[in-house]
């Protein structure tokens, strides 16, 4: 699988963006999706992630309630959406695929692929 992240870029705080991870692969549907982001500084965090099926979905606590995490398996891309975005969530965003159910979906060591990283920017 190939991912391939955009939709970055510079936004006053209280707007938005929507990020988009397009992947190349035939069985992308069976992988388990995840945005993570990495702050100057700073490990890389868990953001989103959304199970294969797109049943399932689940968020950072600090993101919870203003990001949204989607996926449209027939155009094999997933998306996050981002509102009321705050200086703090300034980071490199990575879109990340894990094949299989083992492994934390938390942990950026058990995802298998990721995309190159887009840098969004929420100046005060």
């Known amino acids: 699988v190939q991912l391939q992240a955009s939709g970055g870029g510079l936004v006053q705080a209280g707007g938005s963006l929507r990020l988009s991870c397009a992947a190349s692969?035939?069985?992308?549907?069976?992988?388990?999706m995840g945005w993570f982001r990495q702050a100057p500084g700073k490990e890389r965090e868990f953001v989103a992630v959304?199970?294969?099926?797109?049943?399932?979905?689940y968020y950072a606590d600090s993101v919870k309630g203003r990001f949204t995490i989607s996926r449209d398996t027939a155009k094999n891309t997933v998306a996050l959406q981002m509102n009321s975005l705050k200086p703090e969530d300034t980071a490199v965003y990575y879109c990340?695929?894990?094949?299989?159910?083992?492994?934390?979906?938390?942990?950026?060591?058990?995802?298998?692929?990721w995309g190159q990283g887009t840098l969004v920017t929420v100046s005060s």
């Open positions: 959304i199970t294969w099926s797109g049943g399932s979905t």
């Open positions: 692969g035939r069985t992308f549907s069976r992988y388990v």
């Open positions: 990340a695929a894990k094949a299989g159910a083992s492994g934390s979906n938390y942990n950026s060591a058990t995802y298998n692929y």
